[in-house]
């Protein structure tokens, strides 16, 4: 989380916590099914790929509703 700024990633708001990764493009694995270590790997993968953002839990509700329900 520090990598990608520590900070909610949604124009004008700084919130520092309840972040939540947020795939930009979805994501095409299911975390549960790797281990806590392969799943941190595969997090620093994307966001090094620019793949991920961090939001906050309520701007990250929204952007899941918009691309869900248009």
Known sequence: MRLLGGQCQDGFCFETEALEFDHRHGREWEPNRYSRL?????YFFDA???????????????????????
């Open 38 to 42: 392969a799943r941190i790997g595969q």
């Open 48 to 70: 090094f790929n620019s793949e991920i953002r961090l939001l906050c839990r309520t701007h990250n509700a929204v952007d899941g509703n918009v691309k869900r329900w248009g």
